[in-house]
């Protein structure tokens, strides 16, 4: 593993698990499930980061390039986990979308900001 993949999956599963925790917990299901929802999601956002950041670092605005496509994937990724979250509780599928989304843009960004201020290539 480089050092982009150690910090992007790394942070993403420290942060992954406060913003999930902090998540699960104003949704009303508990710091644990949020948590580990939250930093299982966060692994696979930083994975993600991890191999977008040398493909962005060839544009002019790299950082900025690097925290919007973290955005976009956290949106995404969240949208589906917080989708089977919700299921899994047997809570309204929508309820776990709505919380999924605006945790995992937070997570995305969150990460990807961590990871282009930590790496020199990004």
Do not use: N, Y
Not at 35 to 46: L, P
């Amino acid at each position: 593993m480089s050092e982009l993949d150690t910090t992007a999956v790394g942070s993403g599963i420290a942060l992954g698990a406060g913003v999930g925790g902090t998540a699960g917990t104003l949704a009303g299901q508990g710091v644990a499930l949020g948590a580990g929802f939250g930093a299982g999601t966060g692994i696979v956002i930083g994975a993600f980061i991890a191999r977008l950041a040398p493909r962005i670092a060839s544009s002019d605005r790299q950082r900025l390039s690097l925290i919007a496509s973290g955005l976009v994937i956290g949106i995404l990724l969240g949208a589906i986990v917080g989708a089977i979250a919700a299921w899994g509780v047997g809570e309204t599928t929508m309820s776990g979308v709505q919380v999924g989304t605006i945790s995992g843009g937070v997570l995305g960004v969150l990460i990807a900001t961590v990871t282009a201020l930590g790496s020199h290539s990004a």
